[in-house]
C-alpha cells in the first residue's frame, strides 16, 4: 500500500501560479502511476494529469494543456503539479492518486487504488 498526503493549496488571483505536491509513503514509490484528480463544487471528479511510473510519458486533460506541469521526484517521493495562468474555472479540490496495478497509464479515475485527502485550490477573478 501506499499513503499520499497533498498540500500547498491556497488562494490566488486568476493569473497566477501555484505548486500542490503530493507525498508518498509505504510501498516503493517508483511502483506507481501517478496522477491529480480536481473536484469542483456539485461536480464529478475529474482527470487533470497523470505521470508514468518513470516519468517518460504524462497525459493531460485539454483545459490545462500549455498551463499545467506534472512531475516526479523519486528521490523525494513526491509528485507535482505546477499550475500556471490560472483561471477562475480551476478551482477545486485537487487529489493526487496513485495506480498500483496497471501496465498502462491511464486517465481513468477507476484505476487509480489510493487517494490523498485532498488540497483546496481557489482562484479568484
Known amino acids: 500500500q501506499v499513503q499520499l498526503v497533498e498540500s500547498g493549496g491556497g488562494l490566488v488571483q486568476a493569473g497566477g501560479s501555484l505548486r500542490v505536491s503530493c507525498a508518498a509513503s509505504?510501498?516503493?514509490?517508483?511502483?506507481?502511476?501517478m496522477a491529480w484528480f480536481r473536484q469542483a463544487p456539485g461536480k464529478e471528479r475529474e482527470f487533470v494529469a497523470a505521470?508514468?511510473?518513470?516519468?517518460?510519458?504524462?497525459y493531460y486533460v485539454d483545459s490545462v494543456k500549455g498551463r499545467f506541469t506534472i512531475s516526479r521526484d523519486h528521490a523525494k517521493s513526491t509528485v507535482y503539479l505546477q499550475m500556471n495562468s490560472l483561471k477562475p474555472e480551476d478551482t477545486a479540490v485537487y487529489y493526487c492518486?496513485?495506480?498500483?496495478?496497471?501496465?498502462?497509464?491511464?486517465?481513468?479515475?477507476?484505476?487509480?487504488?489510493?487517494w490523498g485527502q485532498g488540497t483546496q485550490v481557489t482562484v479568484s477573478s
Open positions: 505521470i508514468s511510473r518513470s516519468g517518460d510519458t504524462t
Open positions: 492518486a496513485a495506480d498500483g496495478g496497471g501496465n498502462r497509464l491511464s486517465t481513468l479515475r477507476h484505476r487509480y487504488d489510493y
Open positions: 509505504g510501498r516503493t514509490f517508483s511502483s506507481y502511476h
